[in-house]
């Protein structure tokens, strides 16, 4: 009898595990589940970024429909492409200035602006632990989950030189960065308006300000013009032959996939892992939904999917693409560094450099 | 009522009414534009994040504009810019104005179809056109010459003032075509008959009768094409930004939207925007003097109006070519561009090796709801903005013409001003004012009305400069005897002014819904969610570097308004024949 009753409870408890598994929040904090509520009566999910980033509105669709099948929710989405990351968070600061909602119920950007987003207190903090499904792991001391909860690092961007095959090949590729300052590419390259790379390598223990500002001195009377970061097609165009330095070779990674003639490469003094974050800013109008959607990033789904549009993921994670470059360059001796918002705060004259390079680049032309 | 009109010492020294709902008209939209100009005003006084602690007053962006070397250089090549533009423009668009409409040059519907069917193709692609065209390294015309002549260097460069300024040329030509047909179309034949009859050769009456009775328009579309060059965005955008040449409408640019470092400098640009308003008065004061000795080219009146036309003969075909190679070059191209982007996966030259790739995938992948949205946005625009900008117009140029109200002045002065500020100064001031002084209390923040007003605003100048250049063609005799005839001021403006005003209003109309069809720069600025606009659509794509997406959604609302901008035209020149 009591053999039967303990074989009945183990069944009873068997079924009970076997439903709750494949409810929405298995495991689930309570945190989870009240945001999963939350995200219900939210309704409704806006969310802007720039277009070539995440893989625009069609890479939202797919993330809404996962976030949704995984959460059990049923969100409408309204994706709206934006400006660039640093505009589209002075956006923000200005909506919550003047007591607006926010443009993006979830913020996605780059250090630089999460930034300006912390300086200007317009980030809310979310209990990150509590409802990704695994906790990324530490590289060098790196943690991508911020100690204040208001920021998450979901994916990472390697900085290289972004080339075009049919015009730099074999010998030609650059290894070193000063390989770019060859005559033969005088009035052919093209760098960015806003110094990317450079103003990280500038910093004190890379290359050194210095080093750095007379390197853009030179890179200055090289360049042919300035191109945003994104703008790939004006390489595969045949009009710029290079760009120094990229914020990533992720479209690269995207275009090569339709056969287009670019490639990145990494030089040997080093890299900037340029990361890219969530954050859910404080006039939110739907927080809970936001930081739903930042977890599910996190999951080997989501980072499938962010691999799949954009090109990129965390590089923490074991299955990782990008862990492969990082690797390459650690291996082959390079310094990496990592772009936080925490790393520039703790940096003086980050901020003055910046403005220093992208000065000479600018007017470095007529 | 005729003895009763004429008993009237009245009649004697008739001044039409100024009934105060037409001054309440007229007074909208300036009091619109001045608190623009008020917040653009009180933004160049200050520095650090609006609308926050850290805002403070200062006169250090003043210090800034004027102290900033770099900005002297802007200067320069904005005026080189500017004077190429305007003489292309007038090179090409004057005579096409004259042979469609003072000329027995066949297929005219064609002509318009093809001066106004290529506004719907963004300066974005006329751009990229010509840089494929003309490029120092990729341009397939510099590459031909290079060969052709064994040069060591591209002998052309787009990438210049003068570069960029003639390929906005070709773009407002288009402008200059519409602002001055309707003048041609208007003018009395008799004396240009006068002039055959004294002996006076082709060459002669052109020069000297001609061109003098032409003058108030062509001015017109001078201080218009000046004013534009000195605003516009897109071409110095795609042809300069990237190779560091910059004019001032890219300088603005930049301050507001920063690429990398800082917080937008909406001061620099408030700053800027003030002493901008210096050139706008400038301007106005120009204009006012063509204006005051308007009434020597009044030449409609009642009788004897029918217009006579030019005997073309063989010189049709030379006519028809040099409207052909315009049309090929400045429209075709592009639109051959866009349809080659749109049917390649990513953007490369023509090669055979690309025409193997030709797809239909960014047209299967296409983002159905926000394109839809776009649309929904924009055909809302299309349908209010013109309509709106017609009856504010009419009121304003009906006071500053016919009436003797004192308000007239200040009214066509402020009616002028957005002509001569760039859009982005414009966007700005409504963005600040629905954002830090509206606030919640008048919810415009997002929507598509915010962006209506600003386009109402900055479309009121070319609207009364039009009206005004009419209404001044029609002799006062003609109300005159309206009123009495016993007609009230509102019958006489239906009855007798709309009536002949109506190519000059239906003008306008086009020309209005098709440059708030194709109008980006304020769509980006006040964009937020559920208001984007069909343009701001193929902008976001562009600007992410999605130029192939981009072409698709361009091609798509090609195809999809032709039809019915052509039917517009259509209506619009079997209308007047009928009139």
Redesign the interface.
Known sequence: MLARLQRARSLWLGIGLLLASSAPGYGASATLTQMIEGAKKEGVFRAQWSQNTFGGGEGFNEFLAGLNKKYGLNLKGQFTPGPDMQALMVRIAQEAAAGQPSSTDLYMGNAQALFDGLKHQVLKPVEWGAIVDRRPPKDQGYDAIAADGTHMAIATAVVGIEYNTNLVKGADIPKRLTDVLNPKWKGKIASTPYAAGLRELAMPGFLGREYILDFTKKLSGQIAGLIRCGEAERLTSGEFAMLVLTCGGNDATVLQRSGAPLAQTIVQEGTVLHMRYAAIPKNSRAPNAAALMAAYWMTPEGQALLWKHDGLDLHVFPESHMKKDVDQVRAAGGKVVINTPEWLASLKGYAETQKELEKILREGGK | MKARALESPAFFRWRPQTSPALLALAALPIAVIALFVAVMIWVSFQRG????AAAVYTLENYLAVFSDP?LY?VLWNTAVFTLTTTVVALVIGLPIAWLAERTTIPGKTAIYAIMTLGLLIPGIYTAMGW?FIA????GFLNRWLVDLFGLDSAPLNI?TPIGMGFVQGLSLAAVVFILTAQMFRAMNPSLEEAAKVHGLGFLRTIHRVTLPLALPGILAAVIYVVTIGIATFDIPAILG?????YMLSTFIY?KV????????EYGITGAVGTCMIAVAALLTLLYGQVLRSGHRFEVVTGKGYRPALIELGGWSAAGWCFIGLYAFVSKLLPLLLIVYAALT?????PSMEMMG?LSLVHFT?M?W??VLRGARNTALLVVFVPLLVLVFAFAISWLVVRSRNRARYAIEFAAFLPQALPEVILAIGALLLA??VL??RVPL??SVWLIAIVYVAARIAFATRALNGSLLQIHRELEEAAFVSGLSTLRTARRVLLPLLRPTLLSVWIWTALLVYRELTVAVFL???DN?TFPA?IW??W???????ASAVTLLMTILLAPLIAAFWWLGRRSQTAG
């Open positions: 994040m609006l609308g926050t770099f250089r840089t490029h120092p390294r990729i990438a930004l990237g190779n560091r040449v930049l939207h920063p690429q990398g470092s800082g917080l937008p996966p990513y953007f490369a030259p790739k992948n983002e709801g926000l954002l830090f606030g919640e923040y997002g964009g937020v969610h984007i659509v976001s794509y600007y992410a570097g999605g130029m192939n997406k």
